[in-house]
Nanobody, 121 residues
């Protein structure tokens, strides 16, 4: 079955950096576009970024563009999100996800348990 396991979250001050990782298993990783999405309590999922199957095309939400970098290693079935210049509003639970629809309201067919990112002033 599809398994997505995130790691790397934590508490960081504004302006700091974190690197999130996702270990994928149970499916052919290089067949799928992969996503990072996030959620804060009381709000819906927010799309952060996605990357195509070979890693050559990446898209970012305006709120993180220029600060976050998504990447993937198809040989190791891993997805990564490098987050720099973190802001208070980046606080949330971050999920690695697959089969997402981000047209209006973000929803995803599969996502992991998430990893918490907390940015403090």
């Amino acid at each position: 079955q599809v398994q997505l396991v995130e790691s790397g979250g934590g508490l960081v001050q504004t302006g700091g950096s974190l690197r999130l990782s996702c270990a994928a298993s149970g499916f052919t990783f290089n067949y799928y576009r992969m996503y990072w999405v996030r959620q804060v309590p009381g709000k819906g999922l927010e799309w952060v970024s996605h990357i195509n199957t070979n890693g050559e095309a990446r898209q970012y939400a305006e709120s993180v563009k220029g600060r976050f970098t998504i990447s993937r290693d198809n040989a190791r079935n891993t997805l990564t999100l490098q987050m720099n210049s973190l802001k208070l509003e980046d606080t949330g639970r971050y999920y690695c996800a697959r089969d997402c629809n981000i047209a209006v309201v973000t929803s995803c067919g599969y996502r992991g348990q998430g990893t918490q990112v907390t940015v403090s002033s």
